[in-house]
């Protein structure tokens, strides 16, 4: 939220204070000042700055008040004025183009001057004719024909909005002459108000805050005195159907106003805080909602009349299914029986909490205000927000609780402001519905309370006076503090939590830096490791160090989403989804089932950017069971390769693509660091995602593990793939971690020679090379340490049907070094065994 100095001061005193120790104290509080926005005034000089600081400075002997005197044409240019100005110090002509002044042009000497913002020669302002804050230097020129030195300026120019379409007309009372920094220079605070602060999201919030923190007063605004029942009740009728949705709902009546524009100040402050000013009417709900922090809504009482041919009724209720609502933005909704209306007797009139109709809006033409000031339930405004998709300042508010006490001071503030600022005359009667009441809760506290929370023991006096600072009704009686909750505070609760809540406070506006560091004085908890987190660690560090990156998937998807991994993307795939009960968007309304969707879409985003890509996700995926309310969660691990293997280097080579082969690699590598290496890659049964001959499912005996392969034809035409082939792999981390030993055999290294051959042998070729390994390890004994397939041949020479595997084989032994005549052996042993079970034969026999 941003927040002017300007008007926090109108609240407390901070004299004496630098904006680093008034930006210091909120933060400290728990509103972080993320920004300070200087608007006119000088940055602060220190070394080290605590605050982050923007802004434009107004140098004083170069930005003063000035009068507009008389306007005359410019006798070269149609669209520019020439205006006689004093700037107290002597009259001047300034050349201007404001179409402002236009109105002003030929009455000769004007009998109210116009008190404007006067920037002379050198000054450094803001370009108003480019986009965005662009630095610049007012210099002498020559435009038409005429001498222009100096100018008068406009918000943008100063910084103050990004309005530029004309310039400044200050209020009457501005001094002329009057550097401009001490007449209106500012400070804005940009606050991050946290969801625990959402009382704070108004200005009359962080003044109370700070008078909390600084114990100095508090000054409240005064509205109009307002009296419930009498001679509105004449006006205008008022039903509530369901207190549950809506606690409170009052109504003021302003009669014989004017949409004129506020005074400057007005405009000014709320250009500051991020609004825009439109006219008195609208200007008074907007300043008195950044006030208090209750939104407010003003209808148009004479349009009500005709909608509802006399008396109107306001009534709040469920929408009918199928009601329809144009609001102020201009979008239509059509509406469910979840959402709360304020309507009429002829339909709905806005969303309650959320943003006005179209229809019964206020205008330039509105000759009477009726002032809605109400209380709603926050999750029905959420629950509304999330399902039309549309944001507004008073859901922003309403959606984070806001007491139904704050709409009766609201209320009286801007009955108030609209009397003067728009010329109207307010009706001291209101209405006042408060069906259901809010108790503010009450707590007590002891020293010994506090001490035992925070570990320091601060008196109760203290305490006492730190919760009346904040709005707390207190008692003191014989040690123990009884603290009843402010009427703006929703926050506090009831038992051990508002206990808790009240030390909070008070060790909040007491100085979290001044409690001291102190050790635990119980006893640690044993430390115990969890082994899926363990586990997944581990296979993530493993990944990690064989080349893949680590990404994080949305979870939510669509049922249409997730079926482009099946071939032609079937509608409906005949599985059940855990739902979102308020999807965020119609992309993202049921929890995934599989990893593979998720890592298709990362791929499909991203292999434009890159030559290559090697990704692997760790995540849950989520399955319906019948009966519970809560889903099955199993962890998933999900590998894509796509591209080229490796980055273009200084080598000639060029690297070459993923394959089939380069994922089994991959997922070998994985279980050799798992140290669990028994895995079959069994292609025997097609995966419908994957392509036939290329894919294979990971099988542990008779436990599948996973499933991995290229990417099926039919499915790459769901995706925008580029052109290379796509590899994933999806496993189950849940069985592979049953499968893994805590604990595993580390092997000595052997201070021997190790001995390397290669022998190559011919089989059938339906034998897979996985049977002729499993052989030859058997075959080997004790002193096989390594076996690799390094080549594969088919052809003529060797016979149809056959095809020739080339292992390298390493015999190694721990007492000596091996000879020929050891290694012989072991060969004649294994070609013996493979032709024995296989009808294996040596290729150069």
């Keep these: ?65 000035a009068e507009v005197l008389e306007v ?77 030195s100096s100018m008068i300026a406009s918000e943008k120019e100063l910084g103050i909005s990004e309005e530029h379409e004309g310039v400044i007309f200050l ?112 200007d008074a709900t907007n300043y008195t909602m950044l006030e208090t922090g209750e939104p407010l809504h003003a209808f148009d009482y004479d349009l009500l009349c005709k909608r509802a041919g006399g008396k109107p009724t306001i009534i709040t209720r469920r929408a009918e299914d199928g009601e329809t609502l144009t609001t102020l933005d201009g979008a239509n909704y059509k509406l469910t029986t979840e959402t709360e209306l304020v309507s009429d007797t002829k339909g709905p009139l806005s969303l309650a909490g959320v943003m006005g109709g179209e229809e019964s809006g206020i205008s330039h033409r509105t000759n009477s ?25 008073a859901s922003y508010r309403f959606s984070r609780d806001v007491h139904p006490a704050l709409a009766e001071l609201a209320l009286s503030l801007c009955l108030r402001r609209m009397q003067d600022w728009a010329e109207g005359s307010a009706l001291e009667d209101v209405i006042d519905h408060y069906p259901l009441k809010r108790e503010d809760t009450q707590n007590t506290l002891t020293e010994s309370d506090m001490e035992r929370l925070l570990g320091l023991r601060i008196p109760i006096e203290e305490a006492k006076s730190i919760l009346e600072r904040l709005g707390f009704t207190c008692e003191l009686q014989d040690g123990v503090l009884s603290a009843v909750t402010p009427s703006n505070r929703t926050d506090i609760e009831s038992g051990f939590v508002g206990k808790s809540n009240l030390i909070e406070e008070i060790s909040r506006i007491y100085g979290y830096d001044r409690i001291p560091t102190t050790r635990l004085s119980g006893e640690l908890p044993p430390q115990l490791g969890d082994r899926r987190v363990g586990f997944e660690e581990t296979v993530r560090d493993t990944l990690v160090s064989i080349g893949l990156q680590d990404t994080l998937a949305y979870r939510l998807t669509s049922v249409q989403r997730e079926a482009r991994i099946l071939p032609g993307a079937p509608a409906e795939n005949g599985l059940e989804y855990v739902r979102i009960a ?25 292999d434009r950017n890159v030559d290559g890509l090697s990704f692997f996700e760790i995540g849950p995926v989520f399955f319906p069971v019948e009966g519970q309310q809560l889903p099955d969660e199993p962890h998933r691990l999900t590998i894509g390769l796509w591209g080229k293997k490796r980055e ?25 660091g798992l140290h669990h290496e028994s895995i079959v890659f069994d292609p025997s049964r097609e995966i419908p995602t994957f392509h036939p001959g290329k894919s294979a499912r990971l099988m542990a005996g008779e436990i599948e593990i996973g499933v991995m392969g290229e990417v099926h034809p039919l499915v790459r035409q769901n ?88 292992y390298q084989l390493t015999y190694q032994a721990f007492d000596r070094t091996l000879s020929v005549a050891d290694a012989a052996a072991i060969r004649k042993k294994i070609v013996k065994t493979l032709a024995y079970e296989i009808g294996a034969v040596l290729r150069d026999s």
């Design 719 to 806: 995706y925008d793939f580029m052109e290379n082939p796509v590899l994933a792999a999806e496993l189950y981390l849940d069985q592979m971690m049953a499968l893994v030993d805590k604990g595993f055999k580390v092997n000595s290294i052997s201070s021997f020679p190790a001995m390397v051959e290669d022998i190559a042998l011919i089989v059938d070729d339906d034998i897979p090379a996985r049977r002729v390994e499993e052989l030859i390890w058997r075959a080997g004994g004790k002193l096989l340490k390594n076996v690799a397939l390094f080549d594969l041949f088919r052809g003529e020479k060797i016979g149809a049907g056959k095809k020739s595997l080339a």
């Design 72 to 148: 005359r044409q410019h006798p070269n240019a149609d669209k520019l004025t020439l205006c006689q100005l004093n700037d107290g110090t002597a009259e001047i002509i300034v050349l201007t183009g404001a179409p402002n002044l236009y109105p002003y042009v030929g009455k000769g000497r004007l009998e109210k001057p116009i008190k404007v913002a006067y920037v002379r020669e050198g000054a450094q302002l803001y370009d108003g004719h480019q986009p965005g804050q662009v630095l610049t230097k007012l210099k002498k020129a020559t435009i038409r024909g005429i001498d222009s």
């Design 1 to 65: 939220m941003k927040a002017p100095l300007s008007w926090i001061l109108d609240y407390v005193d901070l004299q004496g204070l630098s904006l680093e120790e008034i930006g210091q104290t909120l933060t400290m509080i728990g509103l972080e000042v993320e920004e300070i926005t200087l608007v006119g005034l000088e940055k602060p000089q220190a070394e080290r700055l605590q605050n982050k600081y923007s802004g434009l400075p107004w140098p004083k002997d170069k930005f003063v008040v």
């Design 582 to 606: 308020n999807p965020i968007s119609p992309e993202r309304t049921v929890m995934r089932r599989s990893g593979l969707a998720t890592m298709f879409e990362l791929i499909e985003r991203n």
């Design 648 to 672: 273009t280097g200084w080598s000639a080579e060029k690297p070459g693509e993923y394959g089939f082969f380069d994922l089994k690699g991959i997922l070998e590598a994985l279980f050799q």
């Design 171 to 282: 209020d009457d009372d501005a001094p002329v002459g009057m550097p401009l920094a001490d007449y209106m220079g500012d400070a804005v605070f940009e606050v991050a108000i946290l969801p625990n602060m959402a009382r704070d999201a108004s200005v009359l919030g962080i003044a109370r805050e700070l008078s909390a923190a600084l114990g100095r007063p508090l000054r409240m605004p005064e509205g109009l005195e307002i009296r419930i029942g009498g001679e509105i009740e004449q006006k205008v009728g008022l039903q509530i159907r369901e207190p549950e949705l809506n606690p409170r709902f009052m109504l003021g009546l302003v009669e014989q106003v004017k949409a004129v524009p506020s005074p400057y100040w007005v405009r000014r402050r709320l250009a500051l805080a991020g609004m825009r000013p439109i006219d008195a009417l609208v």
């Design 369 to 393: 205000v009726l002032l809605e000031a109400a209380s709603w339930n926050f999750i029905n405004i959420r629950k509304t927000t999330s399902r039309y998709r549309i944001t507004s300042e």
